[in-house]
């Protein structure tokens, strides 16, 4: 069955970096367009950032905008989202997406 594995999740200060991966087995999601989400506990879980099937057209929430950048990569079926001038806001589990499957999440904690 088509499965996602999110990693690179961690511990940071404010105004760092990290860089998340999510590895796609079991299908591919060539031909769909990806997604990040984040949540925090007790809240809904809220968008990200997305990337067309094609990697020419990436959308995002205006609170990462200018800071987040999304990637793929078809041939290796892998998605990552890179995140910079990182706030304690940003602290969330991030979700990966396509389709119908999502990761089971990677935790990002910002230190202020």
């Known amino acids: 069955q088509v499965q996602l594995v999110e990693s690179g999740g961690g511990l940071v200060q404010a105004g760092g970096s990290l860089r998340l991966s999510c590895a796609v087995s079991g299908g591919t999601f060539r031909g769909y367009n990806t997604r990040w989400f984040r949540q925090v506990p007790g809240k809904e879980r809220e968008f990200v950032a997305s990337i067309n099937w094609s990697g020419s057209s990436t959308y995002y929430a205006d609170s990462v905008k200018g800071r987040f950048t999304v990637y793929r990569d078809n041939g290796k079926n892998t998605m990552s989202l890179q995140m910079n001038s990182l706030k304690p806001e940003d602290t969330a589990v991030y979700y990966c997406?396509?389709?119908?499957?999502w990761g089971q999440g990677t935790q990002v904690t910002v230190s202020s």
């Open positions: 997406n396509f389709d119908a499957y």
